[in-house]
């Protein structure tokens, strides 16, 4: 798992453009790493694959579950209000943010088998989904932390050991 302070992390991600094997087993070992770190997403960034790839099995504040995965995901649409809520990472572990967020998001992008997909995400599903597209173009969830909380969220990184 890369970690905050990774050039790996801010850098943006390369479009997927062979839709093979090689992409099949990448979603495979990402939602491997996923449920191993006890996640509910992860971009493929953050294991040191710079390609626009996500995984995510997260539940919506109605407690739905939404499990997939997103290949080239662009976000197209956000709306409804901005809540501000707790927010991790699996690369920044251990520190939590308030963090605002749209409450809801819609995604678009492709399967691993090229096929054109579009998710609609509300609540905490929502911003999974906005955490993981900032994730695959060179962002943190920290980028939207201000003030005191950003202060706070820094000071716990440098802490853990963490060098942002």
């Given amino acids: 798992m890369r970690l905050l302070g990774d050039e790996g992390l801010v850098t943006p991600c390369e479009d997927v453009t062979e839709f093979d ?3 099949a087993t990448l979603v495979e070992d990402m939602f491997a790493t996923m449920y191993g ?9 953050q294991i040191g694959v710079p390609l626009r790839v996500f995984v995510y099995d997260c539940p919506d504040d109605e407690d739905v ?3 997939g995965h997103l290949v080239n995901p662009r976000l197209v649409e956000t709306g409804g209000p901005v809540v501000r809520g707790p927010e991790g990472c699996l690369s920044v572990p251990g520190v ?4 605002p967020r749209f409450d809801e998001a819609v995604v678009e992008g492709f399967t691993k088998d ?4 579009r998710v609609h ?3 905490f599903f929502a911003r999974c989904l906005q955490h993981e597209c900032d994730h695959l173009d060179g962002g943190l969830y920290l980028d939207h932390v201000t003030g005191l909380r950003r202060r706070r969220a820094l000071r716990a990184a440098r ?3 963490l060098r942002p």
């Fill in 159 to 161: 802490r853990g050991g």
């Fill in 37 to 45: 770190a006890n996640g509910v997403g992860l971009a493929a960034n």
């Fill in 65 to 67: 579950r939404h499990v």
């Fill in 96 to 99: 939590e943010a308030g963090t």
């Fill in 114 to 117: 090229g096929e054109a997909v």
């Fill in 121 to 123: 995400g509300t609540g």
């Fill in 21 to 23: 094997e090689d992409l």
